[in-house]
């Protein structure tokens, strides 16, 4: 169903998935940026809370926030997704998503909920 939407969701309550892993919340973004997809509602109000936030910037080494940034920016669709893409194009006439793909919209995903601050963050910055 969630593929059908177009959505990025968890398969258990989002902010509970966050919080275990807040790490999670990028690749959510990552993936989103990648297909063309939006977040569920409920994954971006669980990404828009303050204790996820604060579980991202404390629990999540500098290198890992890094390394998830910098495919949000550098990675492209493979072929396989490209074509799916391209067939649910077809199928329905719009265009996933709104607008904005690419790096470009991570970039306003981040900063949209809440935590590009987080992740381009100066190293030793708040130390």
Known sequence: LHLRQRLVATP?????TLLDDPLRL????????RLGFNMSPDLVE???DQEVREALAEKVSRERIGT???LMLTAKPSPAVQS???KMNRNDGG????ELRGPVRAVTM???LGVSEIVVAEPGRDE
């Open 12 to 16: 258990l309550a989002a902010k509970i």
């Open 26 to 33: 990028l690749r959510a973004v990552r993936f989103a940026t």
């Open 46 to 48: 669980a990404a828009m």
């Open 68 to 70: 998830e940034f910098d």
């Open 84 to 86: 799916i893409w391209e």
């Open 95 to 98: 265009r996933p998503a709104g």
């Open 110 to 112: 981040l900063h949209e």
